[in-house]
DNA sequence: CGAATAGTGTCTTTAAGACACTATTGA
DNA sequence: TCAATAGTGTCTTAAAGACACTATTCG
């Protein structure tokens, strides 16, 4: 059977928190069209493979993340499909759009690909022309990203593996651009059921009364959610 | 640049309500693979057609929505993507599917195609054996489909133009497979804002006091959300 | 009349937000 | 000591759920 021949790729929208901002990694295209513009990471889907290891393969290349076990503080998502005939000048593309949350673990963001990645304040990449329909694919992933604090436990994801509630609490501040209670946070994560497990340890570093840490729990999803 | 070529295809999950059921669009396919076997209504994107005007010309060819006026009272958002090398063994297939929400208006369901469409009880869907993945898009269609109307006004789309409160109810009790108390859920529909608007009209058929109409208001979304 | 459905009022429980207060550290 | 952060308690308000009650129709 005869059909439209379409090239395939993934775009990758992945978040994370360092220097007290949320940062979005971006690269420097060093071809036509859009040669040095910014645009997300991304590429072609290999022939036999499927789309969700695309979308991670293609996360590992660019972060280093997912070669050791770190591969288990990352989430990855499929976030949307976006597949405008003139999206691309150059052929019919369908993009596969993927969300990422990433802990800012190993420093090294320089992919095996000689473009150049970077850490990019989301609030930068917002006023910034993206290559592309990119800069659409970062407000749906942020949208998505926003929502998602408020149903699930992925704020953790952001952090550590042992984290204190005011390191969570951080996550739902800078990802909302919210200030939050920092009282009524800490109750309302303890009165969730699962959300997070005391380790008994303590930390000592900053000023003030040393905080507990904890991990993630069992859960996944939050009842009743965090409102924004 | 050289690129693996894709076949894309659009599949639909489109919901109505008929028989005091929630049923799903089906029709059964006249060709292998899974010839004579039931499937979600779909088809090839065209090669200079936007993503969702080509889950929008599907939709019109097998249901006749959207050749009228009625394109109005259609919800069509997309759902996710389904790229598994596997999912179609013809060839490299990648099917990026659409939800819809319908109001039962005009009968006729037997579309363009030569191929016969059926509205098939949700319930029912979900224990037959749909070709490819279908089977996991009307899980996942469902799911969004409940998701969604906990936080939006799309329960009215499901609706004609003009409804009772009674109708609203009868479509999350349907969705969600639960019952509701009518007393409670007419209280938290009219105190929210802009969700339905009185039209001053009254029913008259069934026995019982005569209940009045409202037609869907400004909002989209819901604050608070009406919860499962 | 009684059955059925529409619609209102009221009480209890749960959760959110404001904010006073105590606890424990470093400088 | 004070500044800073962690953590608890308490009050007020909003919203969910249970359910008694009234309203209006048809048979």
Redesign the interface.
Known sequence: ?A??????TVDLVVFTIRDDQLCVLTIERGEAPFAGCQALPGG????????AAAAARELAEETGVGKDAEIERVHLE?L??????TRDP???T?S?AYLAFAAQLSEPVAGTDATAAQWMPVATALTTSLAFDHGQILVDGLERARAKLEYTTLAATFCRDEFTIADLRHVYELVWDVTIDPRNFHRKVLASEGFVEPTGEHTSQARGRPAQLFTLGEATQLHPPIRR
Chains 1, 2 share one sequence.
């Not at 059909?3 to 395939?8: I, R």
């Not at 072609?44 to 789309?51: A, K, M, N, S, W």
């Not at 949307?80 to 005939?85: A, E, H, I, K, L």
């Open positions: 059977m059909f439209p021949p379409f090239a395939v072609f889907v290999l022939p036999d493979e499927d789309l499929q949307g499909t976006y597949g405008d005939p150059r052929m019919r369908v596969v």
